[in-house]
């Protein structure tokens, strides 16, 4: 077993001890850059799509209030900025079941999620083999995505964040092969 793979196998112990310990449904941690959009590097086994779609629409729309550490919600998932020693972002950890407990954590709980920073800066990067990647190779199937995120599922709504007139979105979410409906919060 390699370096990358101690690495990457300690950050998936991590992050499924917290999603346990916080007792949330489902969990993801996510590598992010600079201007880089996130990257799935680790997941629990119930994960599902409404964490890459939010951590994209996050990245897109709510950036800044990321690198100010404060967590973005979406119903009951929670998207938390993660940082190690200075105050550069890492990572982004994506919780499932979490909603307003998101900013109650005791001080090992803390510590824990810098520690799975830590790992996740430590990991390689985004063009090297050992991590679990996600990093989408179509850059305008991410777009309308995040924009979908970032409108629950409402078409017309993603058409005018990404200034685009609504019928031409439906074309391009039909030629992509994309449903809206994968974008709709849970009841």
Do not use: C
């Not at 009951?76 to 499932?96: C, I, M, N, Y």
């Amino acid at each position: 077993m390699g370096d990358a793979d101690r690495v990457q196998a300690k950050a998936r112990a991590l992050l499924q001890y917290i999603v346990a310990d916080l007792q949330a449904r489902s969990g993801a941690a996510f590598r992010v850059s600079r201007n880089a959009p996130p990257f799935r590097v680790a997941q629990t086994e119930r994960f599902d799509q409404r964490g890459d779609n939010l951590a994209q629409a996050a990245w897109m729309y709510r950036r800044g209030v990321l690198l100010r550490g404060k967590p973005v919600r979406t119903g009951q998932s929670t998207l938390l900025p993660l940082f190690r020693g200075e105050p550069v972002l890492k990572a982004l950890l994506f919780l499932d079941g979490v909603g307003e407990r998101a900013e109650g954590f005791s001080e090992e709980q803390r510590g824990h999620m810098a520690a799975l920073a830590g790992l996740i800066a430590e990991g390689p990067g985004s063009g090297l083999e050992g991590w679990l990647l996600t990093e989408t190779l179509d850059p305008h199937r991410a777009e309308i995505a995040a924009a979908l995120a970032a409108a629950q599922g409402v078409v017309a709504r993603a058409a005018r964040l990404l200034s685009r007139p609504p019928r031409t979105l439906w074309d391009q979410i039909r030629r992509l092969d994309i449903d809206p409906r994968a974008f709709k919060p849970e009841p």
